[in-house]
Every structure is written in C-alpha cells, then in structure tokens.
C-alpha cells in the first residue's frame, strides 16, 4: 500500500471561518477554526475515510481540498496533473521571483527557514509560502551559487515542457515530429540539471532541499480559470440528492452541464447523448430518466443522478460528503456497491466523509480520524478497527452499536465538545479524556509513527512522554 503513489498531498492546512463581530465597538477578531493544521497524503486508486463527530471539520477539509473554500494557510498539491498541462501562472511568477530576489532567498536558505517558522503575522506567512514553492519548484538548486541561473533553466524547461503537453492534447496523443524535437531539448535541459545538481551534492542541506523537489500542482496558488480546468478532474458528490440537484433542469441537462460548460462535447449533439446515456447506464439510470426531472425521483435515484453528473466529466478524484447519510439503510448499501464498481472501472479515488464508522470500515482502504478541526489518528482501515491507539478513537470505536442496524452513527462522547473558536491549549481532546494528565493540558502532542502507516496524535502513546502517565 506504502508503494502507491500520491494523488493528493496537504501540508499544515487551516480553514479558519472568520466571524461577524458582536458589535462595532468589539475588537478582536475571532474564528471559527474549523480546520487547524491537516497534514494528510490521499493515494491514487484509494478509498480514504474520513470520520469524526459532527462539528469537527470534515466537509470543509473536502470542500478546502477542492477549493471551494480558499485555505487559510498550508499547502494543498494535486499530482494528477503534471503542472505542464495545467501551464500555471504562479511557476513562472515564483521563478522570476527568484532571480529578482535572490540575496532574500539565500538569507532564508541560510537561515535554514526557521526565521520564517516562529511567527504567523500576514506578510510573513506570504514569504514563507513563496519560499516553501519556490524549494519545491528548485529543489537542490536552490544552493547554487548562481540562482539567476537556476531560475533561467528552469523557466526553459517549464515553456518547453507546457509546449510539449500542448502539443500532445493536439495531436491527439501522437508524437509529431515537433514534440520530438522539443522533447530532445527536455533531454538536454534534465542532464545540465543534472550536471549542476551533482556539483552541489556535497553541500550540507543538499539532499534536505532536494528531497523537497516535487513538481504537483499547488492547487492553492491556482487562479480561477486554472482552477476550472481541474474540475474535471475533481469532483464533489453532496449528502443531500433533494437539494444539491436543480429542479428546473432535466437529468440529462444536469448530467450534460459540466460537459458542454467544458466543451468536451457540442450542445445538442447527438455525441452529447450518446456519452450520458452510457453514464447513465453505468450508475443504474433507465433511458427514459433523460428527459425526466431530478424531483420525479426517489432519494436513491437522484443521489444516482449526482453521482452520474460527478462522473461525466471523468474525474480522477471524488469527494463523496455524506453521500449515503440521507439515505434508507438498504439503499446505502446499492449506492455504495454502485460507488465500489465505478471505483473498479474508472479508476477512482474517493475521500469518503461519514460518521457512520460501519460505513466507512466497510469503504475504505485507509481511515483519519479527526477531532476539533485536527487529524488525531490515520491508520489502515483494519488497523484502526481493531487496534485505535488513540482516546478518542477508542471511545468512538466502543460507542459502535453491533446489533442495531439503525443506529450506527457515532455517538457523542461524554463531555461537550469544545468551542472551534476558543478551543482547549494542549492536546485539544484533554476536556473529555480519561488520561489526560497535566503535560496533555500544555503542551500539543505531536503526529507520530507508532507502527508502519498507523500515525496518532497523543502523548500516552509517545515514548518521550511515558513518565507523565
Ligand atoms: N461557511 C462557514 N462559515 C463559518 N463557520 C463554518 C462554515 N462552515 C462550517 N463552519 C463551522 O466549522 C466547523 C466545522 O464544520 P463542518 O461542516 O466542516 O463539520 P463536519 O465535521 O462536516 O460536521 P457534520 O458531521 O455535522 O457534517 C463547525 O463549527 C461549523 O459551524
Ligand atoms: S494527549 Fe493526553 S489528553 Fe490527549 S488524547 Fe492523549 S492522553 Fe488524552
Ligand atoms: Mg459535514
């Protein structure tokens, strides 16, 4: 499982909602801080559950993870799309800003970033984030001696290689004679990368800075139309099929919608027809549905419908909230089988967020548990079922009704969950946790590995903490 490759990566990712202020004359600016620093790898071809109880930041991290929220802070890269396809305006902004700014950029290499980590005013933070893409698009390079060159040749393989991806979408997949030429220079450009980096592979922090070196998409540093070319390969399916479908449009038009606003195929035409009626037919959608509207329907039906308009566009990657919740226990289960087939067929990765944990055993391959707008525990899914390490885990997992069928959500815990806005300083879970002692009520515990891909916040089950237990 360790061997699949990354689809999406997200680094210290916040979403903090601000709020109205009470009154004028009031001050401070509070937020909600429905998600509080994630860091989290989705793989190709997975199912990853995400669960937690209600309140505690799951449909904004997928809805942040699409960008339909900007983030407040972190980084969130998509590696289903090499940034030469996407072409986007940020790679060539950062790397001119590299040869404009390089006295600064060597004074942050050479204070091995840590000035840029201890605050978090505004302008700091933009620095920062400059400088983490701008270690991403260089790599190693980034201890040349000469910066200006290493932003030039890096501009040289990012035209040519955007060219190349151009031409290619063009030819259909064929390989002119052109993309030949121009994938000669690439050859040439990757060995004088090559060459420069092996000069400066005896540098200290050389393999740090190279290890850094990723070439995903930052999907937070997409402009808007950038953004919209991705849609298609991230999709959303919502919990409620009664009111995330439009009651004026046909199923056809809500499946043909993304398709003709994509150009994929001419309105009207009978290719246009031919594609639905096919994506119907693989969601379970009789013909006659066509020229229906989505309010004819029942509940498992329409959440059919959204699954067939998630699909038409041929995603890599769907975010299903709550995309079973609404409906009757027997219909869940054909949704699911249905959304387990196309997964087969098409390729999928789903993030699949649900706080119904037979739900989600059942689903997914790996599974985060999160509580207060944080990750505290991420293991395969049948690690976690049958060995949580962490509290909360542990009490979620003993609150699973076995026998009613009906009442599989999860229950809350004992204890109110705290304010999102003011929450507890340590570890956030110390107001409801039967071991929290007094380092649990100060200090943060950290995100480790205690066994291979099972990762839990919690300083009970950290080493270094064991004498405060
Ligand atoms: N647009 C928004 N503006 C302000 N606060 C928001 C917004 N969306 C969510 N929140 C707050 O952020 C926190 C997390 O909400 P979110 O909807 O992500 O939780 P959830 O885990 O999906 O819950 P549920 O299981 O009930 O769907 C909550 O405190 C919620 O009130
Ligand atoms: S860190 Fe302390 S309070 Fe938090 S879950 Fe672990 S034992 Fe409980
Ligand atoms: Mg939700």
Redesign the pocket.
């Known amino acids: 499982m360790s061997q699949q490759k990354e689809l999406v990566r997200i680094s210290n990712l916040k979403k903090h909602f601000p709020m109205k202020k009470s009154s004028i004359f009031s001050k401070e600016q509070l937020y909600v801080k429905a998600n509080d620093g994630i860091t989290l790898s989705i793989r190709e071809g997975e199912t990853f559950g995400l669960v937690g109880e209600s309140g505690c930041g799951k449909s904004t991290l997928g809805r942040v993870l699409l960008q339909l929220y900007p983030q407040t802070q972190g980084n969130t890269v998509y590696y289903g799309k090499s940034i030469y396809e996407v072409k986007p305006a940020y790679v060539t902004t950062i790397l001119k800003k590299l040869n404009a700014n390089v006295t600064k950029y060597k004074k942050a290499l050479s204070a091995s970033q840590e000035h840029l980590e201890d605050e978090n005013h505004k302008t700091h933070d933009e620095e920062k984030k400059n400088f983490n893409v701008l270690a991403r698009l260089a790599g190693g390079l980034m201890f040349s001696s000469d910066l200006s060159a290493v932003s030039k040749i890096l501009l040289e393989q990012y035209t040519i290689g955007c060219k190349v991806a151009e031409l290619y979408v063009k030819s259909n997949g064929e390989i002119s004679s052109e993309i030949k030429t121009l994938e000669v220079q690439m050859d040439e450009i990757a060995s004088r990368i090559a060459t420069m980096k092996q000069s400066l592979s005896n540098e200290a922090d050389f393999e740090r800075a190279e290890a850094e070196y990723d070439t995903g998409l930052d999907l937070t540093l997409l402009s808007k139309s950038e953004l919209r070319l991705l849609r298609q390969d991230i999709q959303i399916i919502f919990q409620d099929p009664y009111s995330s479908l439009n009651p004026k449009l046909t199923v056809g038009q809500i499946i043909s919608e993304a398709l003709t606003a994509h150009n994929v195929y001419p309105k009207g035409s009978h290719e246009l027809e031919d594609y639905v009626l096919s994506i119907m037919d693989k969601c379970g959608l009789d013909k006659y549905f066509l020229h229906r509207y989505s309010h004819q329907f029942s509940g498992g039906q329409r959440q059919r419908i959204g699954i067939a308009r998630a699909l038409a566009l041929k995603p890599k990657f769907i975010v299903c909230d709550e995309a079973v919740s609404a409906l009757d226990v027997s219909i869940q289960s054909q949704i699911i089988n249905l959304l387990q087939d196309l997964k087969e067929q098409e390729n999928l990765t789903y993030l699949f967020i649900t706080h119904d944990l037979s739900v989600v055993k059942y689903i997914s391959d790996r599974i985060g548990v999160m509580y207060l707008g944080n990750m505290v525990e991420l293991a395969n899914s049948e690690d976690i079922f049958k060995n949580p390490a ?3 885990t542990q009490a979620l997992m003993n609150a699973i009704p076995t026998t009613d069928i009906n009442n599989r959500e999860l229950h809350i815990l004992e204890g109110d969950i705290p304010s999102p806005i003011n929450p507890p300083k340590g ?1 956030k ?2 107001t409801r ?1 039967e ?3 007094d380092v ?1 009520k100060q200090v943060n ?1 950290r995100w480790r590995e205690i066994e291979d891909g099972h990762f839990v916040a ?3 089950t950290d080493p270094e903490m064991s004498e405060n ?1």
């Open positions: 962490h509290p909360y570890c879970f110390h946790c071991f929290a002692c649990c515990p919690c300083h009970k237990f």
